[in-house]
């Protein structure tokens, strides 16, 4: 079974600084890339997710993340972070025909 | 539509007792996903149906846990004794199973065991 890994367990920026948050994945075949955002005390919700075509993936809110197959990783970016993006960002990954495997998750702070 | 629906949104419950968590997935969907977040072990996938068999329950922590899903719009999930370990946010999500789809979550249920 695949597992992803998310390499930072919290991170804390501070407003208008820019965003980087790593995933990689250990399954080798054909899988769909999902980042997934976690207010507090809500449900997960999908930022942006990954099938095929344009390895850069525009979601809501002006995150983006980049495929790279070679390195197995699906990295999450924003440019300028807001207060209000303070959460837990959760990278999953579903092979084509199978479930779905979550990170450990990040948190992320950001200081006004 | 509404949504995944969990009910219910919070239980307190003595050490012992008999826990079940319920799910209405969205209609149409036919995968079903159980999830457990806590703090120590962050988001954890306990079992997901597809078109109401269990496909993989190898996430179950132990005997005390089960799930069923007698028809495609419920799910249940029970813990039996419950223990005070098994303190944590249950999730639940769908997903329509056709190719390229996320998965679409509930509120989750916040399960305390005193």
């Known amino acids: 079974a695949q597992s992803v890994s998310q390499h930072n367990h919290h991170v804390i920026l501070s407003e208008a600084a820019s965003l980087e948050l790593g995933c990689n994945y250990s399954y080798g075949g054909t899988v769909n890339l999902f980042w997934y955002v976690q207010y507090p005390g809500q449900h997960l919700q999908l930022l942006l997710k990954y099938f095929s075509g344009d390895p850069l993936v525009k979601g809501i809110k002006g995150f983006e993340a980049e495929f790279i197959k070679s390195k197995f990783s699906f990295n999450l970016s924003k440019p300028s972070v807001q207060w209000s993006d303070t959460a837990e960002y959760f990278c999953a990954v579903n092979e084509a025909v199978g479930d779905m495997r979550f990170g450990a998750g990040t948190r992320l702070t950001v200081k006004p | 539509d509404a949504g995944v629906i969990q009910s219910p949104r919070h239980e307190v419950t003595e050490m012992g007792q008999e826990v079940t968590l319920r799910c209405k997935p969205i209609?149409?969907?036919?995968?079903l996903f159980w999830y457990r977040q806590t703090m120590m072990r962050g988001l954890e996938l306990l079992i997901y149906f597809n078109n109401n068999v269990p496909i993989d329950d190898s996430g179950m922590p132990e005997d005390r846990f089960s799930a069923k899903m007698p028809n495609a719009s419920f799910s249940t999930l029970k813990i039996q004794p419950s223990e005070p370990r098994d303190s944590a946010v249950y999730f639940c999500?769908?997903?329509?199973?056709?190719?390229?789809?996320?998965?679409?979550f509930g509120q989750g249920t916040r399960l305390t065991v005193v």
């Open positions: 209609s149409g969907h036919n995968s």
């Open positions: 999500a769908s997903s329509p199973r056709t190719s390229h789809t996320e998965a679409f």
